[in-house]
């Protein structure tokens, strides 16, 4: 679904590349996690699987991006935008500015598009029905607490029918109940089979989501595995991204291990395993 | 939230039954007769039509509140162009030492007249009118979507930046700002509020930028509507009307 | 940078953008000056900034916009007659603003004069036209009446009305303006500068 080839890539009036000879594939329906220190090029990333690099922030490219089979430096942004949504930290500052409904906020893509009405209709339903906005339809959007704005922002690019959503630390400026809404937003996504790119600092709940991580440390891909093997790495610590305390916790017990447990669920599983094992 | 429009919703033929493009119309047109009009009894004439229009979307109060915030210009106007007019000739009367002449006053008249069938004309376009559908009517008229979405979308910011002043004044004020003193001290204050709010409502500008972006703003397939507003019946004559009366009123103007 | 490159029209999404935010300023601008009491409109502080960081053309439309906007949404068509005004400011202060006088003090204070000649000489005739020459500011039409009592003529009275107020008001305009320049990151001012896409295999 994504192929990222050689991916480099330099802001104008820059030096620094910021993206580095970036090599990644993401298959149809999986949820890869992103983490990373401040300034390791995670947003620069994302915007790169939309078009927004090059064609919004301009500067020098090299490597290809393709997302759906299409290739996103040859393509217009208004082409992309039926590829991939994007959904970023600030849940107002996604908002049109222009619509006084949340219905008519999540149909201004599809106006732009130039959809027909009937089926703007039956996609704003979809969309409104499967992120619970159904009852928040008629309410102004700038009056929605900070969850219920995240969703609506998703819900706006998602009308749109992506075949891949990239979200770019969607809760970093919610509270838990607003975080727990947004990630219930993305189990729904899964359930519809949509390839799903998330940023998140919030490396725990991250890896409850994802089958894969990707590390990016300083414009350099420094992993890319799933959770477990990830944090199983020895140069971990040294990428300045957080690891999940339940992985740490095993690690202090068990060194060795290869494949530590992040989440919650497997971390008990794993005790229990451990206790038998020494035991006997 | 706060408004910023003086448009207020209500259930009259003038709110409802005429359709906002026509009510723009209905602006230009008078503009232009305002200026074209040639004689007292014609400008007196379409200033009653003006009124009426008012009475009947129920707005009259509100409006002669508008026009008599002129009043105080006007007056002076009269007085000013009463006396110095370069054109005076004629006196029409004396207040001791001054001299009224008639050519100065004919000429206040003409600019009063204009000045508040200009501005009747626009309370009832403003006052009846919402802008956002405004707009709305425009972009199917073959505005450019970009033109549209700027005139909308400054009514959802100017409440968006009111907010976030009145933030920045309750935390510079807790920390000792004062909104009195001197001219000097009100102006730094002046930048202590209004500083901030102009440069965070800059740095989301790039934000914004993205979000439109990656919603097809700049494809450029030609766009549909979400919700759709029936034009009224009759609203073509109306417009057609309309014309034809601003038309005629120029002619009349160039004839005489 | 030469000036004709800075006077190519393109209409970037981030200029589009730029223009509610000025008019923003502007109304929000006169509204604390006029909670303040301050003796000045600071009113066209939004056009004058988005001219001078995105360019003339997105400085002028700003400025046709505000007029317009509040034209439609508070007092009709006098201040959509001024909006005439407006885009000569902007173009003049983005003239200004590419050459770099926003970004040293005494030139910033230069610019305003420039700009408060340019709104004079473009606002006269509607004064004129309008209200028979007075601007209804009581210091300038003092003037005014001054004038017209002395036969100088309504064209120069109106003139003097509307450039006194203007030199003081768009002095102080200026003034704020360069100060929030001097806030701006360098990478905020840089995005609105055109930039060119390199793509190498």
Request: charged share 15%; glycine share 8%; proline share 4%.
């Amino acid at each position: 679904m994504i192929r990222v080839r050689g991916l480099t890539y330099t802001y104008p009036n820059s030096d620094k590349q910021v993206l580095k000879n970036i090599t990644l594939e993401v298959e149809r329906g999986e949820t890869l996690g992103i983490v990373g220190p401040n300034g390791a090029g995670k947003s620069t990333f994302c915007h790169a699987l939309m078009g927004l690099v090059p064609h919004f922030y301009h500067g020098t490219i090299s490597g290809e991006v393709i997302v759906n089979g299409v290739s996103v430096v040859q393509s217009h942004m208004g082409e992309m935008c039926r590829h991939v949504g994007l959904v970023f930290q600030e849940p107002i500052h996604q908002f049109s500015g222009a619509k006084l409904t949340v219905e008519e906020e999540i149909a201004f893509g599809l106006e732009n598009l130039g959809v027909d009405s009937a089926t703007m209709q039956e996609r704003v339903d979809w969309v409104t029905a499967l992120l619970g906005l159904a009852d928040l339809r008629r309410r102004n959007p700038y009056e929605l607490s900070g969850g219920q704005m995240q969703r609506v922002a998703i819900a706006s690019v998602l009308v749109l029918k992506p075949q891949v959503l990239v979200l770019d630390e969607p809760t970093s400026q919610l509270d838990p109940a607003g975080t727990a809404e947004v990630f219930a937003a993305i189990e729904a996504l899964r359930a519809e089979g949509v390839t799903t790119v998330i940023v998140e600092h919030k490396v725990e709940l991250l890896v409850e989501h994802c089958s894969r991580i990707a590390v990016l440390v300083d414009g350099e891909l420094k992993a890319l595995d799933t959770p477990s093997r990830v944090f199983s790495r020895a140069d971990a610590e040294h990428w300045g991204v957080e690891i999940p305390r339940y992985s740490r916790a095993y690690r202090a017990l068990d060194p060795a291990s290869e494949s530590v447990p992040t989440t919650l669920h497997e971390t008990v599983e794993r005790l229990r395993d451990y206790e038998l094992s020494h035991r006997g | 939230m706060t408004s910023v429009t003086l448009y207020r919703p209500r259930a009259t033929f003038v709110h409802q039954g005429v359709d906002p493009f026509t009510k723009l119309v209905y602006l230009l047109c008078s503009i232009v007769m305002a200026f074209a009009i040639p004689t007292f009894w014609g400008a007196a004439g379409m200033l009653v039509l003006n009124l009426g229009v008012l009475a009947w979307a129920r707005e009259l109060k509100r409006s002669l509140q508008t026009i008599l915030g002129s009043l105080l210009l006007l007056v002076t106007i009269f007085v000013i162009q009463g006396l110095f007019n370069p054109a005076n000739r004629t006196l029409l009367f004396t207040l001791g030492p001054v001299h009224v002449y008639q050519e100065g006053i004919l000429f206040a008249l003409t600019i009063s007249f204009r000045v508040v069938n200009i501005i009747a004309a626009s309370c009832v376009f403003v006052m009846t009118t919402s802008p956002a559908r405004v707009m709305d009517a425009c972009v199917r008229y073959g505005l450019p979507p970009k033109a549209g979405y700027v005139v909308t979308s400054i009514m959802q910011i100017i409440p968006t930046m009111l907010t976030s002043v009145a933030r920045i004044r309750e935390a510079q004020q807790s920390r000792g700002m004062s909104m009195s003193g001197n001219v000097l001290q009100r102006f730094r204050s002046f930048l202590a509020v209004f500083g901030p709010m102009v440069l965070s409502s800059l740095i989301s500008i790039q934000d914004r930028a993205i979000a439109l972006e990656v919603r097809g703003f700049s494809a450029r397939t030609k766009r549909t509507f979400y919700v759709d507003h029936p034009v009224p019946r009759g609203m073509v004559l109306l417009r057609a009307l309309l014309l034809l009366v601003t038309i005629a009123v120029v002619v009349w103007r160039l004839a005489s | 940078m030469s000036l004709r490159e800075a006077f190519r029209f393109r209409l970037t999404t981030m200029g589009i953008v730029m223009i509610p935010v000025a008019v923003g300023i502007n109304f929000v601008g006169k509204e604390i000056a006029n909670a303040l009491n301050l003796p000045m409109w600071l009113d066209s502080i939004g056009t004058i900034l988005s001219a001078v960081v995105a360019g003339p053309w997105i400085g002028a439309i700003s400025g046709a916009v505000n007029n317009v906007f509040f034209g439609l949404t508070m007092d009709g068509g006098m201040s959509i007659l001024y909006g005439i005004t407006s885009i000569a400011i902007a173009l003049v202060a983005g003239i200004l603003g590419h050459l770099g006088w926003f970004r040293s003090l005494p030139k910033a204070i230069l610019a305003g004069i420039l700009v408060a000649l340019t709104a004079a000489i473009v606002s006269t005739p509607l004064n004129v036209a309008l209200w028979g020459g007075q601007t209804g500011k009581v210091l300038g039409d003092a003037i005014f009446a001054g004038m017209m009592a002395k036969h100088m003529g309504i064209w120069l009275s109106s003139f003097v009305d509307e450039g006194v107020m203007d030199v003081i008001d768009k002095v102080i305009n200026c003034f704020v303006v360069y100060l929030i320049v001097l806030g701006l990151p360098k990478r905020f001012l840089q995005s609105f500068q055109p930039s060119s896409t390199t793509i190498r295999q």
